[in-house]
């Protein structure tokens, strides 16, 4: 079965500093879609941002890229010119590509902005 | 354009009493998703749909009913209410075709 892990529970970072969120996944497909979602306090789900994994070109979104390494199964978020905005909890998330489409996410990351 | 709706938004029941939680999505989405959310634990999925008719378990399903008599609305059940099922809980809805999922505002549940 699919899994995804996020090792680091809660990080913190300055305020315009660039931090680095962690992802690693463990599946047998070839084909498949990873997603970064934000939780803010106020509890609503966002994407940030998404991958598709037969392309090796790493997605950007304004101040949020990745770094996807499919032969490590590692898909980390880098967030540049932090914000306190970006204050929230971070999930990862595998959605395979078989006709169950199941979404796995992992436990996610806390990350705090000091100004 | 509602996107995905979810009533109510919080909710208090005793031990053994019934309800329903109700997602409704008015985007055409033929995939539905019931998720939880423990502290320490992530989201974790209970059931889904692939379309109308069709439902299947997901990684929590016991104590949890669905049915999909539509494309728009994926209610939850919980037949009989116990403390393990304090949680808040998430709808979430796409197309099939493996793009990312739209989340409802989320159901905050507790019960005594």
């Known amino acids: 079965a699919q899994t995804v892990t996020q090792s680091q529970p809660e990080m913190s970072v300055q305020e315009a500093e660039t931090v680095t969120l962690s992802c690693t996944y463990d599946t047998s497909e070839s084909d498949y879609y990873l997603f970064w979602y934000k939780q803010p306090p106020s509890r609503q789900m966002i994407l940030v941002i998404r991958q598709e994994a037969y392309k090796q070109q790493n997605a950007t979104e304004n101040r949020f890229s990745v770094n996807f390494q499919k032969a490590a199964k590692s898909f980390s978020l880098k967030i540049s010119d932090s914000q306190l905005g970006d204050a929230a909890m971070y999930f990862c998330a595998y959605r395979d590509m078989n006709r169950d489409d199941k979404i796995i996410f992992g436990k996610g990351t806390r990350l705090h902005i000091l100004p | 354009n509602a996107g995905v709706t979810q009533t109510p938004k919080f909710q208090v029941l005793k031990t053994g009493q019934s309800m329903t939680l109700q997602c409704a999505q008015d985007m055409n989405h033929e995939y539905m998703s019931w998720y939880r959310q423990d502290p320490g634990m992530g989201l974790r999925l209970i059931h889904y749909s692939v379309g109308a008719g069709i439902t299947d378990q997901g990684e929590v399903p016991n104590g949890y009913n669905v049915s999909r008599s539509t494309t728009e609305d994926f209610p939850l059940r919980l037949l009989s209410a116990a403390p393990s099922q304090t949680s808040v809980y998430f709808c979430?809805?796409?197309?099939?075709?493996?793009?990312?999922?739209?989340f409802g505002p989320g159901t905050r549940l507790t019960v005594l």
């Open positions: 979430a809805s796409s197309y099939v075709e493996r793009t990312e999922q739209f």
